[in-house]
T-cell receptor, first 109, second 115 residues
Framework: DAKTTQPPSMDCAEGRAANLPCNHS???????VYWYRQIHSQGPQYIIH???NNETNEMASLIITEDRKSSTLILPHATLRDTAVYYC??????????FGPGTRLSVLP | DSGVTQTPKHLITATGQRVTLRCSPR?????VYWYQQSLDQGLQFLIQ???????AKGNILERFSAQQFPDLHSELNLSSLELGDSALYFC??????????????FGNGTRLTVT
């Protein structure tokens, strides 16, 4: 599996943008980048995914660098409810989702 | 709400017993995945079914088995339970066979406690 590296923890002030980085330097051309989050012990929640282009939905934006070796998940206006563990996953064709330790984001009031 | 339903939410049982966890996928999804999350292991992929057939196997113990029924719901059977099997068990579903360009949607899990 293409390995991802994320910082173990980050803080963000409520109302500010949260920018969560992910390195995936061994990614191949046809592998997707997915982001999930897990709030407390709930089931992981799908946020967004992309291949090459930047993507945006109602939850977040995904910025993928031109060389595809890294990406950033942006939560534009973080709220306390965004406190969670965020997982960046590179989806390899024919293999299943592999979850690493993720980044624990704390949104502070 | 992801649309994936798991029952029961909590299960407490004794060592050596057998339990069955149930999962109903989102409407229209043909693939069902099972994951285990324990404190020291993170989320571990166990097994995937697609339209009733086993498609992929991960770190699933021989004491564990699963199946997907014609109505696409799935059951995970855990037998000869040990203390170390205490964990959260998540089910996820996706539209396609590989989930490659379609996300997995997770249920809220079954918390199993083995005493």
């Amino acid at each position: 599996d293409a390995k991802t590296t994320q910082p173990p923890s980050m803080d963000c002030a409520e109302g500010r943008a949260a920018n969560l980085p992910c390195n995936h330097s061994t990614i191949s051309g046809n592998e997707y980048v997915y982001w999930y989050r897990q709030i407390h012990s709930q089931g992981p929640q799908y946020i967004i995914h992309g291949l090459k282009n930047n993507e945006t939905n109602e939850m977040a934006s995904l910025i993928i660098t031109e060389d595809r070796k890294s990406s950033t998940l942006i939560l534009p206006h973080a709220t306390l409810r965004d406190t969670a563990v965020y997982y960046c996953i590179v989806r390899v064709y024919g293999q299943n989702f592999v979850f690493g330790p993720g980044t624990r984001l704390s949104v502070l009031p | 709400d992801s649309g994936v339903t798991q029952t029961p939410k909590h299960l407490i049982t004794a060592t050596g017993q057998r339990v069955t966890l149930r999962c109903s996928p989102r409407s229209g999804d043909l693939s069902v995945y099972w994951y285990q999350q324990s404190l020291d292991q993170g989320l571990q992929f166990l097994i995937q079914y697609y339209n009733g057939e086993e498609r992929a196997k991960g770190n699933i113990l021989e004491r564990f088995s699963a199946q997907q029924f014609p109505d696409l719901h799935s059951e995970l059977n855990l037998s000869s339970l040990e203390l170390g099997d205490s964990a959260l068990y998540f089910c996820a579903s996706s539209v396609g066979r590989t989930g490659y360009n379609s996300p997995l949607h997770f249920g809220n899990g079954t918390r199993l406690t083995v005493t």
